[in-house]
């Protein structure tokens, strides 16, 4: 089942929250939903949920709109904010009062606590959960009806470093499986490494809806870290060749205005060893940054000359 | 290990057991939340706490009172003299049904799962209400008997099977779950507890101060429709002057209930939530 979004628009009050916003949400792959905070992805998953409703356009799951599901959990599984729960209640209880709405067995509760890893605390009230624990509490609540759909805002808030590998495992399997998974982040460098797929938005507006491979090959002509034994010598042939060359504290060129293929090829043609050849992550987030800042400083320009607002 | 070993299925389910479900769900969410039954023993200490005290208290004072302060006392009214204070927690369990998962954000999850907002509400006007409607017939009679028991002294108990008593115990339940469903139409229109409850202090006890002060008749007529009122006149053994017909002030005080859940129903269906 896809996520199909469809030119939606929606405002509180004056604040424009998402605009115009397109883009379609396919089947067997994690999907990245991308963009800084404020950015309106919150928005948008609530309106795919139903719970918000676009002011413009429409949003339909496996063709249905959600608020005509019946028991939707078996079809869509999503967790907003693993914050929402009762304190007083244990986590076995906020799961089967969701179990129970859809027609879930209580044993399937039981099953999935334990699968999350929370086997040992589902009889303990939530209020005494660490963030990490109410992620997976919320995870859990999701693939309760074991749907085709899935979708998870800022999953990885409060996880520990395990935990973050254990997310991305089950997204991976779960995209495997054939399922259609929509998660979202404010960080590129987080997403790099679970997405097959982007979607990222600025100020409610589209960005880009690319593979995550193509949007990291566009944002790494940013900057290159080579790490090379003769140094001084690289240098002077990437500068030959147009690059702007700056040598780190830690024995390492950052370089600007060459792909790291390019470099590679160079190297091997004026014989010189490298060490290390990657491109520089933080740069990859500045570029990320700069790529949504630069939507908005567009439209409110745009707004601006044509005296829109 | 796969994280979906075990398949949930979905079956074609029929309209009565999709709101059995949510029936069951709204029911473990208050089972599950411990602030229920303090609030139940608290309503229950003040409402079968206060009668018998006042009681005592007056059946000690009997042989000081005059003939017209004697002729003036009503029985079935000491009965119910702490379900005053024991109504505004029973309607509080009413507001937080709802207001609660207002404040922690629940309430998407709740219609993440379940998107027929009005559906939910009605299973929540149905757990509440049932609740209120036991507990508080409960509460009427476990409250009548110790009360009568120690006014027997006066001369004035009432024995059940007086005219008009079982009427006016059961009535004091319909009236608990009249004002606890009222909560959770304030709580749902206000999103918010401290909204709710200051909504029902306002009707139950604020209300009825500003009117008393309009001038006659309308201090009176307009007085009778006000719940506390409509409580007095369903509960109270013989009808006061100007007072609704019992039927009439039945409707009246079930028009409370109605319209307040009406608008909330109203309110869930169209705004996000």
């Known amino acids: 089942m896809k996520i199909e979004v469809a030119d939606v628009t929606k405002r509180y009050g004056e604040a424009v929250a998402v605009s115009g916003l397109t883009f379609t949400v396919e089947p067997g792959r994690v999907t990245g939903f991308l963009g800084p905070n404020g950015s309106g992805k919150s928005t948008t998953m609530r309106m795919i949920l139903g719970l918000d409703t676009p002011d413009r356009g429409d949003i339909a799951i496996g063709g249905h709109r959600y608020r005509g599901l019946v028991r939707p959990m078996h079809q869509v599984g999503a967790l907003l904010d693993a914050t929402a729960v009762h304190p007083a209640r244990t986590g076995t209880a906020h799961l089967r009062a969701l179990a129970c709405a859809n027609g879930i067995a209580p044993s399937r509760v039981d099953a999935l606590l334990e699968q999350v890893g929370l086997g040992s605390v589902a009889r303990r009230r939530v209020g005494g959960y660490s963030l990490g624990m109410k992620q997976r509490l919320g995870i859990a609540g999701a693939l309760l009806g074991d749907p085709s759909v899935l979708m998870f805002d800022e999953p990885v808030n409060g996880l520990d470093p395990e935990g973050v590998r254990w997310l991305r495992d089950l997204l991976r399997d779960l995209a495997a499986e054939g399922r259609t998974v929509l998660v979202s982040s404010h960080l590129l460098s987080e997403m790099s490494q679970t997405a097959d797929h982007l979607i990222v938005i600025g100020r409610g507006r589209l960005i880009a809806d690319t593979s995550t491979q193509d949007f990291i090959a566009d944002g790494s002509a940013a900057r290159v870290i080579v790490r090379a034994p003769y140094g001084g010598d690289l240098a002077r042939v990437l500068i030959a060749d147009g690059a702007a060359v700056e040598a780190r504290g830690d024995g390492t060129l950052a370089v600007t205005d060459l792909t790291a293929a390019r470099i590679g090829h160079l190297a091997h043609e004026a014989g010189l060893e490298l060490h290390e050849l990657r491109p520089d992550q933080a740069s990859l987030e500045e570029a990320f940054m700069q790529l949504t800042a630069d939507a908005v400083e567009h439209r409110a320009l745009a707004a601006e000359l044509t005296g829109e607002r | ?273």
Request: charged share 10%; proline share 5%.
């Open chain 2, 1 to 273: 290990m796969s994280m979906l070993t075990a398949t949930a299925r979905l079956a074609t389910v029929g309209p009565a057991a999709w709101f059995k479900g949510l029936i069951s769900a709204e029911t473990v969410k208050l089972r599950a939340t411990r602030s229920t039954y303090a609030m139940l023993t608290g309503a229950t200490a003040l409402a079968v706490g206060i009668g018998p005290l006042v009681a005592k208290s007056t059946a000690s004072r009997w042989p000081h009172l005059t003939a017209a302060e004697r002729a003036g006392f009503d029985p079935m009214a000491t009965t119910f003299r702490g379900f005053e204070i024991a109504q505004l927690i029973i309607a509080t369990l009413g507001v937080l049904a709802v207001s609660s998962e207002y404040s922690t954000g629940l309430i998407r999850t709740t219609f993440a799962a379940a998107p027929q907002r009005r559906a939910v509400l009605a299973a929540k006007a149905l757990v509440i209400g049932a609740i209120a409607l036991l507990i508080g017939t409960a509460l009427s009679f476990a409250t009548f008997f110790p009360t009568q028991a120690l006014l027997d002294p006066t001369g004035t108990s009432l024995a059940l099977g007086h005219p008009g008593v079982v009427r006016a115990l059961l009535a004091m339940g319909v009236y608990l779950t009249a004002i606890a469903l009222t909560g959770l139409g304030l709580g749902t229109l206000t999103r918010s507890t401290a909204g709710g409850v200051a909504g029902l202090f306002g009707l139950v006890f604020l209300v009825p101060g500003a009117v008393s002060a309009l001038p006659a008749p309308w201090n009176v007529r307009i007085g009778t429709w006000l719940p506390g009122d409509l409580a007095g006149q369903l509960t109270g053994l013989h009808l006061q002057a100007g007072a609704l017909s019992r039927p009439a002030s039945l409707i009246v005080l079930l028009l409370y209930p109605i319209v307040f859940l009406g608008l909330a129903a109203i309110r869930l269906h169209r705004q996000d939530a």
